[in-house]
């Protein structure tokens, strides 16, 4: 059973940077695909980004050339820079873990999840 826990979260102004991280345990996730997701007030779940278990990585439309996604395998961790902060980025963000080689992106595709970090972004 793999455990995985969000942190970074916060307050921010419009423009500004945040670095949300995941931490994994329980076991190797060396092979797994890992995403981020993140849910709104009244909206369903979404996918923002996703890192295949050789680093390739892909993203929503909606985050492209603002949020990054990397893994550190040594630090069992995931990490998310998100720059250029919008209104529209409140959400809780969600780690998730898919025992994948593939591109994953549906919320169904993924097995494990974290309890969500709340980013908040201010006009």
């Known amino acids: 059973q793999v455990q995985l826990v969000e942190s970074g979260g916060g307050l921010v102004q419009a423009g500004d940077s945040l670095r949300l991280s995941c931490a994994v345990s329980?076991?190797?996730?060396?092979?797994?695909?890992m995403g981020w997701f993140r849910q709104a007030p009244g909206k369903e779940r979404e996918f923002v980004a996703g890192?295949?278990?050789?680093?390739?990585?892909y993203s929503a439309d909606s985050v492209k050339g603002r949020f990054t996604i990397s893994r550190d395998n040594a630090k069992n961790t995931v990490y998310l820079q998100m720059n250029s902060l919008k209104p529209d980025d409140t959400a809780v963000y969600y780690c998730?873990?898919?025992?994948?080689?593939?591109?994953?992106?549906?919320?169904?595709?993924?097995?494990?999840w974290g309890q969500g970090t709340q980013v908040t972004v201010s006009s």
């Open positions: 998730a873990a898919a025992a994948s080689y593939g591109r994953p992106k549906g919320p169904a595709d993924f097995g494990s």
């Open positions: 329980g076991r190797t996730f060396v092979k797994d695909a």
């Open positions: 890192i295949t278990w050789s680093g390739g990585t």
